[in-house]
C-alpha cells in the first residue's frame, strides 16, 4: 500500500494533503501487494470444495474487485472520509486538467510541425508552378518576337514595295 493509500484509509487529512502537495504524486495508483494474498488464499483448503474452474476464476475475480486493486479515494470513499474524497477528487481533476494541457500542447506542436510541413510542400509547388509558368511565358515572348519580326519585316518589305511603286510613278 501506498502511503497516501494507507493516510486516505485512515482519514488522515493533513498526511494526505501533504502527500499531494509532493510532485509527481500519483493519486490513481491502485494497491499492489494484494497479488500475494490472491495467491495464499488460491491455496488455503477451503478452496478444495470448488470443483469447476469457471466458478474459480469468477470468485477469484470479483473478490479481488471487491477487496484489491482500489485507489486511495476508493478506500477514502469506503471509510466514508468525505473531506479526503473532496481533496483527492480536487486532486484528480487538477491532475486531468494537467494532462490535458500537456496531450493539447502536444498536439499543437504536431499541429503546427504538419502545418509547416504541408505550408514547405506546397510552397514548392507553388514555386514549381510558377517556374513552369515563367517558362512558358518566355517561350510565348520568344515566339511573339519572332512573328513581331516577321511581321516588322513583312511591313518593311510593303513599305519598300511603296517606295517602289511610288519611284516608278
Same mark, same amino acid.
Given at each position: %500500500?501506498?502511503p497516501l493509500i494507507? /493516510?486516505? =484509509?485512515? #482519514?488522515? $487529512?493533513? +498526511?494526505?494533503v501533504?502527500?499531494?502537495?509532493?510532485? #509527481?504524486? *500519483?493519486i490513481?495508483?491502485?494497491?499492489?501487494? =494484494?497479488e500475494k494474498?490472491?495467491? *495464499?488464499?488460491?491455496?488455503?483448503?477451503?478452496?478444495f470444495? @470448488? &470443483? *469447476?474452474?469457471?466458478?474459480?476464476k469468477?470468485?477469484?475475480w470479483?473478490? %479481488?474487485?471487491?477487496?484489491?486493486? $482500489?485507489?486511495?479515494i476508493?478506500? /477514502?470513499?469506503?471509510?466514508? &472520509?468525505?473531506e479526503?474524497?473532496?481533496?483527492? =477528487? !480536487? /486532486? /484528480?481533476?487538477?491532475?486531468?486538467?494537467?494532462e490535458?494541457?500537456?496531450?493539447?500542447?502536444?498536439f499543437?506542436?504536431? &499541429?503546427?510541425?504538419?502545418?509547416?510541413?504541408? $505550408?514547405?510542400? &506546397?510552397?514548392?509547388?507553388?514555386e514549381?508552378? +510558377?517556374?513552369?509558368?515563367?517558362?512558358?511565358?518566355?517561350? !510565348?515572348?520568344?515566339?511573339?518576337? !519572332?512573328q513581331?519580326d516577321?511581321?516588322?519585316?513583312?511591313?518593311?518589305?510593303?513599305?519598300?514595295? @511603296?517606295?517602289?511603286?511610288?519611284?516608278?510613278?
Amino acid at each position: %500500500r501506498t502511503p497516501l493509500i494507507f /493516510a486516505s =484509509s485512515n #482519514g488522515d $487529512k493533513e +498526511i494526505v494533503v501533504l502527500l499531494l502537495s509532493q510532485e #509527481g504524486i *500519483d493519486i490513481n495508483i491502485k494497491d499492489i501487494w =494484494s497479488e500475494k494474498y490472491i495467491y *495464499d488464499i488460491q491455496h488455503q483448503p477451503f478452496f478444495f470444495f @470448488i &470443483h *469447476d474452474i469457471k466458478t474459480l476464476k469468477s470468485f477469484l475475480w470479483n473478490f %479481488r474487485e471487491q477487496w484489491f486493486y $482500489k485507489t486511495a479515494i476508493d478506500n /477514502a470513499k469506503e471509510e466514508n &472520509h468525505t473531506e479526503i474524497v473532496d481533496i483527492l =477528487s !480536487k /486532486a /484528480a481533476e487538477k491532475e486531468r486538467k494537467k494532462e490535458y494541457k500537456e496531450i493539447f500542447e502536444a498536439f499543437k506542436e504536431e &499541429h503546427n510541425k504538419l502545418i509547416e510541413e504541408f $505550408k514547405n510542400e &506546397h510552397k514548392k509547388q507553388i514555386e514549381e508552378f +510558377i517556374d513552369e509558368h515563367i517558362k512558358q511565358m518566355e517561350e !510565348k515572348e520568344e515566339e511573339y518576337e !519572332k512573328q513581331l519580326d516577321e511581321k516588322n519585316k513583312e511591313i518593311q518589305r510593303l513599305m519598300d514595295m @511603296i517606295k517602289m511603286l511610288q519611284n516608278q510613278s
